[in-house]
């Protein structure tokens, strides 16, 4: 926050953020979400009061002294069933809204999304071979009920092909020690291609898989879990303390390679950090959720349209409103009656229209806003 | 501190530089070159295209490394220099550079204050008066508030050497700073970096086309001709009809004005 207290000063030439937009985009957007949150936890197919709710979390999470006038039932739902999904589904939007950030300055391309240079079709393949294994390979016996560190086979491969992919593919796009946006790309787009090839293979012997692989491919958190939270939690937050701490760098990069470099950014291991650390938080989000479409690419773009390029609040920023999005999403998800449908479904068929329009409408919010 | 004002700021010592290319004899473009600047020296960079002068430029800011040959910024070989210590002494006006949308003038200029950051988060007092005085020194105060996008020409380049005065460079090197200016914004633009030079101490080292423009803006010119140095001295030695001839093949007349300024006019026939 000393970045806004500097700025804040009663000066005619503001170089930095200013205070009062800073603490009403961050400290607006935090309050929101926390609000989502109860509301989103409260909403479902059992209802539960808003208030029932809130003092659940309140004496549950924060220890507050509420007496229990709520049913044990209410409780079981809230906690165990309710509140790890929607915290799931914070954290996946959230982090696949920063990771889409990041890959958007890095590509310097407004429609670049973290799935981009091949971590869902990596993560895809990993998931698909996971469902699928145990069918076409009995004698392997892997099954749902193997875990790791409290992942199923699913969530592991997933995660791993997620990572595994992009660096293949930085590795192949990279010559003479450099790696080009637009050759980066490219192999991106081959190798997942290659992988997406491999994915309608498996589905088409997978047989009795097929619905689970084309579930995991349209996105859900249905299956969220406390486990599966703590294993990607800590690794998207992770990734956004260290990608926050390098906003400066990412905002020289849209100068361009070299004018960054002479200003001090050494590019080309810039280039591998970001990508490294957005694709880690990406295969956190995916492993848990399948690939939702969407977050990634919309969130980042409409906030830089309406606050401004600048990362060191772009980035904190699409992290709430992405958390923000993907539980309004999930939420919707969950209410479609007959069980609910894939949250990817929802992003897609309301994201992008939605995209459309605040595409239109962008010039006009931005001398709106001020900003 | 004697020692220093003795040192030049700039070395190139037998530098040669070639660009590899696929399946053929690398493409040399820089070669053998000795080439020293001192402090306060203001300096035109002059030749054909192709000559090597972007090459020599950013051989010099440490964005190419030299394939033989030493290039030594403040007595120090490049090789031994951290990249941020040598942006705060070095700083680049590049030929093209697209202005990212959406940041405002000061924003921008503030970003050239990214070697001296010094907080993670904010910026110090130092960063902001350095800011103020690069906007006022390169007649962009005015423009603090604009969008890369609202700018003209001439208002851009004043934008981009702001950015780079707000990095508070001893060496500032240009690389075609005049490009896409008409007459007047050369003139402008040139007297501008002129006065800086004299009010910064600043060692100025530009590429320019115009030769005229080179003979009235530096005192010293370097003539590069097939990456080596063809000529190097005082601009009225250096731009004669005989070397221009030599160099881009140009017949030039000498013509001397009513105010003893000599310029060399195009003979087309």
Do not use: C
Request: aromatic share 4%; hydrophobic share 55%.
């Amino acid at each position: 926050m000393r970045a806004a207290v500097a700025a804040g000063e009663q000066r005619q030439l503001s170089i930095g953020l200013s205070i009062t937009r800073t603490l009403l985009v961050l400290g607006g957007g935090g309050l929101a979400l926390l609000a989502l949150m109860v509301v989103a936890v409260a909403v479902g197919s059992t209802s539960v009061s808003l208030g029932d709710t809130a003092a659940i979390l309140g004496h549950r999470l924060l220890g507050l002294p509420v007496a229990q006038t709520w049913p044990a039932t209410a409780e079981t739902i809230i906690l165990d069933i309710r509140l790890p999904r929607v915290l799931t589904a914070m954290l996946v939007g959230g982090g696949l809204a920063m990771a889409g950030t990041v890959f958007q300055a890095l590509l310097r391309n407004p429609l670049a999304d973290p799935y981009v240079i091949g971590t869902a079709a990596g993560a895809s393949f990993g998931a698909a071979l996971g469902i699928a294994a145990p069918l076409l390979l009995p004698a392997l016996a892997i099954g749902a009920g193997t875990s790791l560190l409290g992942l199923g086979v699913v969530q592991v491969l997933a995660f791993a092909g997620g990572l595994g992919t992009v660096l293949l593919v930085y590795a192949v796009a990279r010559s003479a020690g450099r790696v080009q946006v637009i050759t980066l790309l490219l192999t991106g787009y081959a190798v997942s291609a290659v992988l997406a090839a491999m994915v309608a293979l498996l589905m088409f012997l997978s047989g009795r898989a097929l619905g689970a692989i084309f579930g995991w491919l349209m996105g859900s958190l249905a299956n969220s879990t406390w486990p599966s939270l703590a294993f990607s939690a800590p690794l998207l937050l992770l990734g956004f303390v260290l990608l926050l701490a390098r906003w400066r760098r990412m905002n020289l990069l849209l100068l361009g390679d070299a004018q960054a470099a002479s200003l001090g950014v050494d590019v080309e291991r810039e280039k591998l950090v970001l990508t490294l650390l957005a694709t880690l938080a990406t295969s956190a989000a995916v492993a848990v959720s399948g690939t939702i479409g969407f977050v990634g690419l919309v969130v980042p773009h409409l906030l830089r349209l309406v606050i401004g390029p600048d990362h060191r609040l772009l980035l904190p920023a699409s992290l709430l409103a992405g958390a923000g999005l993907l539980v309004l999403a999930d939420t919707g998800a969950r209410l479609v009656p007959g069980g609910g449908i894939p949250v990817g479904v929802v992003t897609a068929l309301i994201g992008a229209p939605f995209f459309l329009w605040l595409l239109r409408r962008s010039r006009i919010s931005r001398v709106e806003l001020g900003a | 501190m004697t020692t220093a004002i003795a040192a030049p700021i700039a070395t190139l010592a037998g530098v040669s530089f070639s660009y590899p290319r696929h399946g053929r004899e690398p493409l040399e473009v820089v070669q053998d070159v000795d080439l020293q600047l001192q402090p306060g020296e203001l300096v035109a960079l002059l030749g054909a295209n192709g000559s090597g002068k972007t090459t020599l430029l950013r051989l010099l800011s440490g964005a190419l490394r030299a394939d033989s040959g030493v290039v030594e910024v403040a007595g120090r070989p490049l090789g031994e220099w951290r990249r941020m210590a040598l942006a705060q002494r070095v700083a680049v006006l590049p030929q093209h550079l697209e202005l990212p949308e959406g940041f405002r003038v000061a924003e921008l200029v503030a970003m050239g204050r990214a070697p001296h950051a010094r907080r993670l988060f904010g910026s110090t007092a130092d960063d902001e008066r350095a800011v103020e005085r690069a906007l006022l020194d390169a007649d962009a105060r005015d423009l603090a508030e604009r969008y890369p996008q609202e700018l003209s020409g001439g208002e851009r380049q004043r934008v981009l050497v702001a950015m780079a005065l707000a990095q508070e460079p001893e060496l500032l090197l240009l690389d075609e700073p005049t490009l896409h200016l008409d007459l007047a914004h050369q003139v402008a633009l040139l007297r501008q970096l002129r006065r800086l030079h004299a009010q910064r101490r600043l060692t100025v080292l530009a590429v320019l086309h115009d030769l005229n423009l080179a003979a009235a803006f530096a005192p010293r010119v370097v003539l590069l001709h097939q990456g080596r140095v063809a000529a190097d001295g005082a601009s009225e030695d250096v731009l004669t009809p005989e070397t221009i001839a030599g160099v881009f093949g140009v017949r030039m007349e000498p013509v001397v004005t009513s105010g003893a300024h000599r310029y060399l006019a195009l003979d087309l026939d």
